[in-house]
């Protein structure tokens, strides 16, 4: 069944793969469809565009730019207008709880989905080009939508997220690489170009030192290496190894940054980028912002949270957020003092404006009487904004938002000869391969290299085994078959507990650890589910198998199991692989390490109660209830202990120790469904498995493992992030 099922998925999950590799392709040449052209004189500038941007709690039925459109208690945003010229650096300030993130998720169309909330209003950018070949210069106006999909905008979260295996060099060569086969360009040069990209990643964000060092800790492993920095090279000296952590935080926050610049974005934004670091490291990373915003021509825009001055007279630009969402000012910052101090608000020469823009904004909650000046104060700061902003507006100063007109060639049919549909489905297939065999190569490095781990994962199989042995001493050789029948139940029943276990957590830590990395490359559209979830399992699969071959072969030495070796441990590695199977179908749909096993332990624990076998005997009478069949049928743990026991006695005699007057009955047990049985087979017949097969109930777990492969890719697929589209509809 299985193998029908993979024969049938295989090919059509080829096929979906290059169709939607084929649209990604196409997104390039038609994303002119949703575009407003405009010439205009030399002197106009581009940028990121917002026109009446709110956001609510209810839809909001008339124009959002009107005051009684909703409650004022229904806004989250208020909406607003606003505008970042291209190679300039907006800070959005505000005390806590004022929107900031919020602003900056519209912005990046990266509002949840599920959130509760309606957005209004609309976000362009707006590219300007030069027209040639006219007496007069002027511009050529493109106005359209940006797509994190498709690279036009990078976010920069508050929180990094990598592979603290990999350094910081494997891990810009593969962002490089995978943005490489996202344009597909498939020519024999990618493998170098992809290793430049990374180097000059690293020189310009002054990454070279810590370039070979992993991420998770200090370990130096060689400069120049092959392989991406993983096996240094013979004639090279290894670096001296370092113990005390990894990359700084503020070499881990450049990293970031790096990451996010791959895809040459169009706008760059930033969610708290001096979260964790001191006042010298947040400074660095500011300028370092706005630098990359200058040179790269693109607008950069980061929340912050009480700047200092350095870092104020960075900024370009600043949208001042009160709470509840309200923007009191949005503009130059060079402006801002004489316009506050237009407003009555003078600000001392001996303060930083930004210090005192927010204490402007800030409501005292501890004292009654001056929260209600506060809010007044603010609704006064808020309303004088909204009127500036409606002069700018009519003086065409603040542009509407872009119709959707669709270029005249996003309307010519594409026709493609046979040979040319047949070239594209073969690059699409090697572009999948090739994706593939990366995210594997990631995976491998990131198992493989956590030393400590695999060496305490080891030790702990062959120190249980050892346990297992001395616990259930009746199991050796020489001893009474008879006596020890409730041991050998009981020995391999904790022995599949032990390695389900085992292999659970470590897959639920490992997969809710790595999830932020997935989701940031699944918002490129980096990859699919699919061939990321494919390279973890022939990653981690076969190394979570050799502990439970190490168990078995220990556990078969120390004692005298009938079953053999082989069968023991198929039956381990086979319950090991079930286990990482449900663990990835569990971190699908979480999103936390903690989330993760709050839900992991408690299904464990059903899947154990109803898994093992009562001692006391089954009755052909009792027949479980719907639940108890469904829960039964979908627990690993009762398929792998069903299994061995099938296994340990299908024909198994009792010796001639228990063939005497009196040792038979003395060696039995006295109480439940062991008492007073013959042969192995009415054991097995007194446990409800008189008909049971070891390569039936070995199938049923391959099939059970499969499942919760298939509900694994279903949750990556439907349960990732969802945003709301600020696009309007018009």
């Given at each position: 069944?299985?193998?029908?099922?993979?024969?049938?998925?295989?090919?059509?999950?080829?096929?979906?793969?290059?169709?939607?590799?084929?649209?990604?392709?196409?997104?390039?040449?038609?994303?002119?469809?949703?575009?407003?052209?405009?010439?205009?004189?030399?002197?106009?500038?581009?940028?990121?565009?917002?026109?009446?941007?709110?956001?609510?709690?209810?839809?909001?039925?008339?124009?959002?730019?009107?005051?009684?459109?909703?409650?004022?208690?229904?806004?989250?945003?208020?909406?607003?207008?606003?505008?970042?010229?291209?190679?300039?650096?907006?800070g959005i300030l505000g005390?806590?709880?004022?929107?900031?993130?919020?602003?900056?998720?519209?912005?990046?169309?990266?509002?949840?989905?599920?959130?509760?909330?309606?957005?209004?209003?609309?976000?362009?950018?707006?590219?300007?080009?030069?027209?040639?070949?006219?007496?007069?210069?002027?511009?050529?106006?493109?106005?359209?939508?940006?797509?994190?999909?498709?690279?036009?905008?990078?976010?920069?979260?508050?929180?990094?997220?990598?592979?603290?295996?990999?350094?910081?060099?494997?891990?810009?060569?593969?962002?490089?690489?995978?943005?490489?086969?996202?344009?597909?360009?498939?020519?024999?040069?990618?493998?170098?170009?992809?290793?430049?990209?990374?180097?000059?990643?690293?020189?310009?964000?002054?990454?070279?030192?810590?370039?070979?060092?992993?991420?998770?800790?200090?370990?130096?492993?060689?400069?120049?290496?092959?392989?991406?920095?993983?096996?240094?090279?013979?004639?090279?000296?290894?670096?001296?190894?370092?113990?005390?952590?990894?990359?700084?935080?503020?070499?881990?926050?450049?990293?970031?940054?790096?990451?996010?610049?791959?895809?040459?974005?169009?706008?760059?934004?930033?969610?708290?980028?001096?979260?964790?670091?001191?006042?010298?490291?947040?400074?660095?990373?500011?300028?370092?912002?706005?630098?990359?915003?200058?040179?790269?021509?693109?607008?950069?825009?980061?929340?912050?949270?009480?700047?200092?001055?350095?870092?104020?007279?960075?900024?370009?630009?600043?949208?001042?957020?009160?709470?509840?969402?309200k923007v009191c000012y949005?503009?130059?910052?060079?402006?801002?003092?004489?316009?506050?101090?237009?407003?009555?608000?003078?600000?001392?020469?001996?303060?930083?404006?930004?210090?005192?823009?927010?204490?402007?904004?800030?409501?005292?909650?501890?004292?009654?009487?001056?929260?209600?000046?506060?809010?007044?104060?603010?609704?006064?700061?808020?309303?004088?904004?909204?009127?500036?902003?409606?002069?700018?507006?009519?003086?065409?100063?603040?542009?509407?938002?872009?119709?959707?007109?669709?270029?005249?060639?996003?309307?010519?049919?594409?026709?493609?000869?046979?040979?040319?549909?047949?070239?594209?489905?073969?690059?699409?297939?090697?572009?999948?391969?090739?994706?593939?065999?990366?995210?594997?190569?990631?995976?491998?490095?990131?198992?493989?290299?956590?030393?400590?781990?695999?060496?305490?994962?080891?030790?702990?199989?062959?120190?249980?085994?050892?346990?297992?042995?001395?616990?259930?001493?009746?199991?050796?050789?020489?001893?009474?078959?008879?006596?020890?029948?409730?041991?050998?139940?009981?020995?391999?029943?904790?022995?599949?507990?032990?390695?389900?276990?085992?292999?659970?957590?470590?897959?639920?830590?490992?997969?809710?650890?790595?999830?932020?990395?997935?989701?940031?490359?699944?918002?490129?559209?980096?990859?699919?589910?699919?061939?990321?979830?494919?390279?973890?399992?022939?990653?981690?699969?076969?190394?979570?198998?050799?502990?439970?071959?190490?168990?078995?072969?220990?556990?078969?030495?120390?004692?005298?199991?009938?079953?053999?070796?082989?069968?023991?441990?198929?039956?381990?590695?086979?319950?090991?692989?079930?286990?990482?199977?449900?663990?990835?179908?569990?971190?699908?749909?979480?999103?936390?390490?903690?989330?993760?096993?709050?839900?992991?332990?408690?299904?464990?624990?059903?899947?154990?109660?109803?898994?093992?076998?009562?001692?006391?005997?089954?009755?052909?009478?009792?027949?479980?209830?719907?639940?108890?069949?469904?829960?039964?049928?979908?627990?690993?743990?009762?398929?792998?202990?069903?299994?061995?026991?099938?296994?340990?006695?299908?024909?198994?005699?009792?010796?001639?120790?228990?063939?005497?007057?009196?040792?038979?009955?003395?060696?039995?047990?006295?109480?439940?469904?062991?008492?007073?049985?013959?042969?192995?087979?009415?054991?097995?017949?007194?446990?409800?498995?008189?008909?049971?097969?070891?390569?039936?109930?070995?199938?049923?777990?391959?099939?059970?493992?499969?499942?919760?492969?298939?509900?694994?890719?279903?949750?990556?697929?439907?349960?990732?992030?969802k945003f709301i589209n600020?696009?309007?509809?018009?």
């Amino acid at each position: 069944m299985l193998q029908r099922l993979v024969t049938v998925l295989l090919p059509a999950w080829i096929m979906v793969s290059v169709n939607a590799s084929e649209n990604r392709g196409s997104l390039g040449d038609s994303s002119a469809a949703d575009v407003d052209t405009d010439n205009t004189k030399g002197d106009h500038k581009g940028g990121l565009w917002w026109s009446d941007l709110g956001i609510s709690l209810e839809p909001c039925d008339k124009d959002a730019s009107d005051d009684g459109c909703l409650d004022d208690s229904m806004w989250l945003l208020h909406p607003s207008s606003g505008f970042v010229e291209d190679g300039t650096l907006c800070g959005i300030l505000g005390p806590s709880g004022a929107g900031k993130t919020t602003l900056l998720n519209a912005l990046g169309g990266t509002t949840p989905r599920g959130s509760g909330v309606f957005i209004t209003g609309s976000v362009w950018y707006e590219e300007i080009l030069p027209l040639e070949d006219t007496d007069i210069p002027r511009q050529m106006s493109h106005r359209h939508h940006l797509s994190q999909q498709d690279g036009d905008i990078a976010i920069l979260s508050q929180h990094d997220n990598f592979f603290a295996m990999l350094t910081p060099r494997e891990s810009l060569e593969l962002a490089s690489y995978l943005e490489f086969l996202k344009q597909k360009k498939n020519d024999a040069t990618i493998k170098d170009n992809h290793k430049q990209v990374a180097q000059r990643k690293l020189s310009l964000l002054g990454l070279s030192s810590v370039a070979d060092r992993r991420i998770g800790d200090r370990t130096k492993i060689g400069a120049n290496t092959g392989g991406g920095g993983w096996i240094p090279k013979a004639n090279k000296v290894i670096s001296k190894v370092r113990t005390n952590g990894g990359l700084s935080g503020g070499e881990r926050r450049r990293l970031s940054v790096a990451l996010e610049l791959i895809t040459e974005p169009k706008i760059f934004l930033a969610d708290e980028p001096t979260t964790g670091l001191d006042s010298a490291q947040a400074e660095k990373v500011v300028k370092l912002i706005a630098v990359l915003a200058k040179e790269r021509s693109v607008p950069s825009i980061c929340t912050l949270h009480q700047p200092k001055s350095t870092i104020w007279q960075t900024l370009d630009s600043f949208v001042l957020l009160a709470p509840g969402g309200k923007v009191c000012y949005a503009g130059k910052r060079k402006d801002a003092v004489s316009y506050f101090k237009d407003l009555g608000y003078d600000c001392p020469h001996d303060v930083n404006p930004s210090e005192y823009f927010i204490d402007l904004v800030t409501v005292d909650t501890e004292d009654v009487e001056q929260a209600i000046v506060d809010k007044k104060r603010i609704d006064v700061l808020h309303r004088r904004f909204l009127e500036s902003s409606a002069m700018k507006n009519n003086t065409g100063a603040i542009k509407p938002p872009p119709q959707k007109v669709r270029s005249s060639f996003s309307l010519r049919r594409r026709r493609f000869s046979m040979s040319s549909m047949v070239r594209a489905q073969l690059n699409g297939f090697t572009c999948i391969c090739r994706r593939f065999y990366a995210l594997l190569r990631r995976s491998w490095r990131q198992n493989s290299r956590n030393l400590q781990v695999n060496f305490i994962r080891l030790s702990a199989s062959v120190v249980q085994a050892y346990l297992f042995s001395t616990i259930f001493s009746s199991i050796q050789e020489g001893k009474s078959v008879t006596k020890s029948i409730a041991d050998r139940v009981a020995l391999l029943t904790y022995g599949v507990i032990n390695m389900s276990m085992m292999s659970l957590m470590k897959t639920l830590d490992l997969f809710a650890r790595e999830r932020g990395v997935v989701t940031r490359e699944q918002m490129r559209n980096d990859y699919s589910s699919l061939e990321y979830l494919l390279a973890k399992v022939v990653a981690e699969m076969p190394l979570d198998a050799v502990f439970s071959w190490v168990f078995a072969l220990v556990l078969k030495h120390l004692t005298s199991l009938r079953t053999s070796l082989a069968d023991l441990a198929k039956t381990y590695c086979l319950m090991t692989v079930a286990s990482v199977s449900l663990g990835f179908a569990i971190g699908s749909v979480t999103s936390t390490v903690e989330s993760a096993m709050s839900v992991g332990v408690p299904v464990m624990v059903i899947f154990m109660i109803v898994g093992v076998i009562n001692p006391s005997g089954v009755s052909s009478d009792d027949t479980p209830n719907f639940v108890m069949s469904f829960l039964r049928n979908l627990s690993p743990i009762r398929w792998a202990i069903e299994a061995v026991v099938t296994a340990e006695f299908r024909d198994m005699t009792f010796g001639e120790k228990d063939r005497g007057r009196w040792g038979k009955l003395k060696n039995l047990p006295k109480m439940g469904g062991l008492a007073l049985v013959k042969d192995g087979n009415e054991v097995l017949a007194n446990l409800g498995l008189a008909h049971a097969s070891y390569s039936g109930l070995m199938s049923n777990l391959a099939i059970l493992s499969g499942v919760y492969l298939v509900s694994s890719w279903l949750g990556l697929c439907f349960c990732g992030p969802k945003f709301i589209n600020v696009a309007p509809n018009r």
